[in-house]
């Protein structure tokens, strides 16, 4: 007797085929919402900060920008000493965290033995996770004293010619609050510039060194080069962490409001003075310029954070071009 196949219904496999499509769709609508959640909150942030900055703009237009006074008695309010010393902390951090922090992940990743590379992450990690008012107490009572008594004399008999480390060490400024942004920076860039050099095919390793590389020669010339993009990743990242810290600043950058030249002088940024001037508010216009503040913190780091994905670009583009 011959074998019954039996097959399904066309309407039945129909159906089930109805409902695969029914559920990539709602699996579409569902992770759609989730993106557009982010775009979502970006624009009620924006909005939020718009119409409560009001008062200040309706005031002080552009020159809020500009303006170098910030006097709460008067109703005199000027953003540009706290987007200067924001600019400048930010640029210190990373001035002395990125070439440290590539460096660190390029021994960990391609030169470190294993053991020791696996232990220094979790080093780093747990450095990653220390909370900033933390690290804010212990630059006040180590970092603070060494750099009066030991660091800021020393550059200014050393370099004191130069106007950036003019005037009196007070051991709190520019210098040190770009310091300790460093050390907050610094585990992000190892972190991210480790993974995405291991991420680097190991034929790439194996064909340099097969034409003759030396393991150093390979790792720059060619490793490097490859994992470009996740460590730039990883410096604007690093960068965006610097830009909005607020409390270890507040703690070691002395809150003065003046433009100075000097690195070894007090400065202010917009994150600390937000901080430090958002409870004592007292009038309208008092809040609005603090908001305001808020507003250009974030439009700073949006134009930043813009730039950054142009060069990424431009690399990318440049490194895809034929020879």
């Not at 004293?145 to 950036?164: D, S, T």
């Amino acid at each position: 007797m011959g074998t019954a196949v039996v097959t399904a219904p066309p309407q039945s496999r129909q159906k089930r085929m109805k409902l695969w499509r029914d559920g990539d769709r709602i699996a579409h609508l569902v992770t759609l919402m989730f993106a557009a959640s982010v775009f979502l909150v970006t624009v009620f942030l924006v909005y939020e900060l718009w119409i409560h900055s009001g008062p200040s703009r309706a005031k002080f237009g552009f020159g809020f920008i500009t303006g170098k006074t910030w006097d709460p008695n008067t109703d005199q309010f000027g953003a540009l000493p706290f987007i200067y010393g924001t600019v400048l902390t930010s640029f210190l951090a990373l001035l002395i965290s990125v070439p440290l922090g590539v460096g660190a992940a390029i021994f960990l990743s391609e030169l470190a033995p294993p053991k020791l590379s696996n232990a220094c992450t979790f080093l780093v990690e747990l450095l990653a996770a220390v909370p900033s008012v933390i690290l804010g107490l212990l630059a006040i009572f180590t970092l603070v004293p060494i750099m009066r008594q030991y660091v800021e004399p020393f550059l200014k008999r050393a370099l004191g010619f130069l106007p950036l480390f003019q005037g009196p060490a007070y051991g709190v400024g520019y210098l040190t609050a770009g310091l300790i942004l460093a050390i907050m920076t610094f585990p992000f860039i190892i972190s991210i510039s480790r993974e995405a050099l291991l991420a680097v095919p190991r034929e790439q390793r194996e064909a340099a060194l097969a034409l003759g590389a030396t393991k150093w020669e390979s790792t720059w010339q060619v490793v490097v080069p490859f994992a470009r993009l996740g460590i730039l990743g990883s410096i604007f990242l690093a960068l965006a962490r610097a830009l909005g810290e607020t409390m270890a600043v507040t703690m070691v950058i002395g809150n003065d409001t003046g433009i100075h030249t000097s690195l070894l002088s007090p400065g202010y940024t917009i994150a600390a003075m937000i901080a430090n001037n958002f409870t004592e508010a007292t009038g309208d216009l008092f809040l609005s310029s603090l908001v305001e503040l808020g507003l250009v913190l974030f439009a700073l780091t949006m134009v930043l954070n813009g730039a950054a994905q142009l060069l990424i670009i431009a690399t990318t583009g440049k490194g895809s071009k034929q020879p």
